[in-house]
């Protein structure tokens, strides 16, 4: 909705201000009167209608109306705004204006950083303080930088629009990063009651399944839609019943979903992808993360996974990019393939980084290595040091568990 609003109206901020209060007026009418046949083109409408309101209070020259006008007319929708309530059904906001969105914010006029964070926001629908959690920067920091964003695609004159084929390639990375963002908060929310949020996950694979139509000869498209599919054939199975966690070794892997496995797979191995070229091209960090998942994907139990096989992946991850998270999981596997105490050494290396501070899962994996060497008293006080930082209830509920289990030997 916000990003059709974008397109028709030019403006971000009246575009985001609409949609909301359209969802505030049916907050208000449909306990009353009752929710409509199309609650989708209803909410559109009463966006549309607020947002022509907003542009008439604010005096927009009558050139601006007219051209809204036009749009409307030529969507088939008459000039004047009818009343919603008397809508029954109309169009829905397409995919195109999410992808105009997308490529928009991933413009190379704005810094990468700002790129990822005002899709996130607007594409991806994330608040400010997720957002801010995902880039491990203050959520004042955060806010300037979407407020300067913005403004920088007002003023730049930056269009709204899916770029010509000879520029897709220079906007890939942004709009990847993006994709990936949005498909990480939704296979681990930062926030609330809930482990997963799968409507962002799949929100990114639709997104990344339209950008591989767009550029089918790139492999990075190719492997980072390998790679949310792997990941997101694991949902099911990642939480139990109760909505609790259920760690990877845990995991009933007949649950997971084999055609989703299946299309990750073949994306790794089809033809055009580099897997399947002759050539020296190094693989990019979205193929060695696809390869990565793809191991686990592989292994008929936890114990057959080939944990060395995901280390050297990792290693050259690692060369690629100066993420410490990449070397956060790294450690993990380093720990899975050499044993604990190599783990604990390589977290170690982590933590002395001083880039995870506050990480939740920092201090849960190193209690998980200081129970497997025994060391209980250890383990117990990175239980609960993760158990403070833990930003999601079924994670808290799950460090509680391990605690208890631990308590009783």
């Known amino acids: 909705m916000v990003a059709t ?42 966006a549309r209608n607020l947002a022509l309101d907003r542009l008439r209070r604010r005096g927009v020259e009558a050139e601006k109306l007219r051209e809204w006008a036009d749009a409307e007319r030529d969507a ?16 829905e906001p397409s995919w195109d204006d999410r992808l105009r969105l997308v490529f928009t914010c991933a413009h190379p006029a704005l810094p990468m950083e700002a790129r990822v964070a ?46 010509p084929a000879e520029a897709l390639s220079e906007r890939l990375d942004g709009v ?26 799949a929100e990114a694979i ?50 997971w979903d084999a055609r989703e496995v299946a299309e990750g797979l073949a994306l790794l191995t089809s033809p055009g992808s580099r897997s399947s070229r002759a050539d020296d091209a190094i693989a990019g960090p979205y193929r060695l993360q696809a390869e990565i998942q793809a191991v686990h994907a592989r292994a008929a139990t936890a114990v057959a996974t080939e944990w060395p096989a995901i280390v050297a992946r990792y290693d050259a991850l690692a060369a690629l990019t100066d993420s410490p998270f990449v070397r956060f999981n790294r450690a993990i596997a380093v720990g899975e393939a050499d044993g604990p105490a190599a783990g604990l050494a390589a977290l170690a290396e982590v ?25 209980t008293a250890e383990a117990s006080d990175r239980y609960r040091e993760a158990m403070v930082l833990a930003p999601t209830a079924p994670e808290v509920r799950f460090l509680e568990r391990r605690l208890a289990d631990l308590d009783r030997g």
């Open 176 to 201: 990847l990063a993006v994709l990936y963002l949005i498909a990480n908060e939704g296979y681990l929310a930062s926030s609330g009651d809930h482990l997963q949020r799968l409507d962002l996950a």
């Open 351 to 375: 933590e002395a980084g001083g880039r995870l501070a506050g990480y939740h899962l920092l201090p849960a994996a190193q209690a998980e290595f200081l129970r497997r060497e025994g060391r």
């Open 76 to 91: 088939g929708r008459t000039a004047g705004p009818p009343d919603p309530a008397e809508l029954v059904a109309r169009d």
């Open 118 to 163: 005002l899709t996130l926001r607007t594409v991806g629908g994330l608040e400010t303080p997720e957002i801010a959690r995902a880039f491990l920067v203050p959520e004042s920091t955060m806010a300037q930088r979407l407020v300067r964003a913005k403004r920088k695609i007002r003023h730049a004159a930056i269009p709204y629009r899916v770029p």
């Open 5 to 46: 609003l974008i397109r028709t109206t030019g403006d971000w901020d009246v575009a985001e201000e609409s949609a909301a209060g359209a969802f505030e007026r049916a907050a208000e009418t449909w306990p009353r009167d009752g929710v409509p046949r199309n609650p989708g083109a209803w909410l559109t409408t009463a």
């Open 206 to 255: 639709r997104l990344a399944r339209l950008v591989v139509s767009l550029i089918p000869d790139s492999d990075e498209a190719r492997a980072l839609l390998a790679l949310l599919l792997l990941q997101h054939a694991r949902s099911a199975a990642r939480v139990d019943a109760a909505g609790d966690l259920v760690p990877l070794a845990d995991q009933d892997r007949t649950r």
